[in-house]
């Protein structure tokens, strides 16, 4: 449970963690887990359940943190004694004394490539490399699965997609507009994006995806949740930018925007778009990696980086919000924590048979 602590807290791979966890506990399998922490950190707040818990120090959390890792998971595995190890991150035993399951959240440091991933590169080079001795590797879409494969980083046998779901907090919220008003001064129609603005994330085809979008709707806003990154452009020309948000303010926002406009160029699973969906706000978004499987009909996907045809989408969207809005919904009601708790129980059974 490490990627609750720290920088990855806030980031998709802490929601996982958050979220497995509680689903985990509610499938009745919390007395069978013991959870592994860094006593660098504070402990981070966690649902009640019956796991244990026990400590690990490590001196290095930056650019060395996954090496260091290699060495010292296997010392911290064997004193713990588990029967199964599951890491949920990029950090991997070099040699692990339990069956080892990994979560496969994407491999776009390669898949997606270019001098924007370099640094990841170096950074989690072990972890390519020490990743195909895992017992069974859980990939959370079909998209990753392919990559995982492709690379021959992974057999189809020891390979299997348990897909990712949204927080039941990401629910339709009455009220929603009145206090996206109070909390930001907001009110009115706008657009949403979700997420860091790396340049993978594509935040030029955001803004013209936006001023194509004011063409026929000039009242439109364009409002940014997230902390930017630093891959960020220095300006975002008129965007709200709102920084980071937690999830009760979050489901506010997607509950009274017109759409998610999502011109990411890569994901791993593409959890905002669920998050969106589950909310009752419809979705633009290109047509590349996982978003596919996780939209299918129920948004407006355009060709991967027209962003004219994704602002027009928009207008699209507008034309029949309500029946965008009820597909989303309907298509939110496909995933759940519940469903991907016992997809991972039923992992943990398979590597022990």
Known sequence: MRPLQGPSAVRGVGAYARSLLKGLIKAGFDDRLTLLLDVEFDAPALPVGKYRLTGCRRRNHGQLAAYED??????????????????IDFHLP???????????????????????????RLRYGIFRRL??????VIAVSEATQADALRMRLASRQRIRVIPEAADPVFAPKPGAAARVKAKWGIEGRYLLFVGALDARKDPHALLRA??????????????????????????????VQLGRVVDEELADLYS????????????????????????????????????PEVVDAAAIMVEDGD?????????????Q????????????????WEKTARATISAYESVLA
């Open 94 to 120: 070099g040699r692990c004394p339990a069956r080892l399951v990994v979560t496969l959240h994407d491999l776009i440091p390669w898949a997606w490539g270019g001098a924007h991933t370099r640094g990841e």
């Open 307 to 319: 962003a004219e045809a994704l602002g027009n989408a928009v207008t699209d969207i507008l034309r």
């Open 210 to 239: 936006w001023t194509t979008a004011r063409l026929a709707h000039p009242d439109l806003r364009l409002l940014i949740a997230g902390v930017p990154g630093r891959q960020a452009p220095p300006s975002m020309s008129g965007a």
């Open 321 to 336: 919000r309500e029946r965008w809005r009820r597909a989303g919904l309907e298509r939110a009601r496909h995933f759940s």
């Open 256 to 291: 009274a925007a017109t759409c998610l406009v999502f011109p990411s160029r890569y994901e791993g699973f593409g959890l905002p778009c669920l998050e969106a969906m589950a909310c009752g706000c419809p979705v633009v978004a290109f047509q590349n990696s996982s978003i």
């Open 131 to 136: 990743l195909p001795r895992a017992d069974l």
């Open 70 to 87: 290699a060495v010292a998971l296997s010392g911290d595995i064997e004193r713990i004694g588990p029967d199964v190890y599951h890491a």
